[in-house]
């Protein structure tokens, strides 16, 4: 599977941005797509995670409220709505695909293939 983040960019805080994560070389009817990120200096975080298969979803507290998962079937692409932006979420996003078991959905190291990243600024 190769993932193809893209989306990011340069917004005021709460401000909108929607990420995009195409996924190719394989269907992801049997994976969960999730979204992690990294601020300079910080370690990666878990963000949200969606599975393909009935689409439930899971979202880290920070952004829960804030951060919506979508996905296109068609495109085989999934989509990170973030709305009401802060400097806080300032990070590079990666998303990420796995065959994991949905309780382990906040695990980094569950998930196989992984995107190349995509830069979200967000300044005060």
């Known amino acids: 599977v190769q993932l193809q983040a893209s989306g990011g960019g340069h917004v005021q805080a709460g401000g909108s941005l929607r990420l995009s994560c195409a996924a190719s070389?394989?269907?992801?009817?049997?994976?969960?797509v999730g979204w992690f990120r990294q601020a300079p200096e910080k370690e990666r975080e878990y963000v949200a995670t969606?599975?393909?298969?009935?689409?439930?979803?899971r979202y880290a507290d920070y952004v829960a409220g804030r951060f919506t998962l979508s996905k296109d079937n068609a495109k085989n692409t999934v989509y990170l709505q973030m709305n009401s932006l802060k400097p806080e979420d300032t990070a590079v996003y990666y998303c990420?695909?796995?065959?994991?078991?949905?309780?382990?959905?906040?695990?980094?190291?569950?998930?196989?293939?992984w995107g190349q990243g995509t830069q979200v600024t967000v300044s005060s």
């Open positions: 990420a695909a796995g065959s994991l078991i949905w309780s382990s959905y906040s695990y980094s190291e569950r998930y196989s293939y």
């Open positions: 969606i599975r393909w298969s009935g689409g439930s979803t």
């Open positions: 070389g394989r269907s992801l009817s049997n994976y969960a």
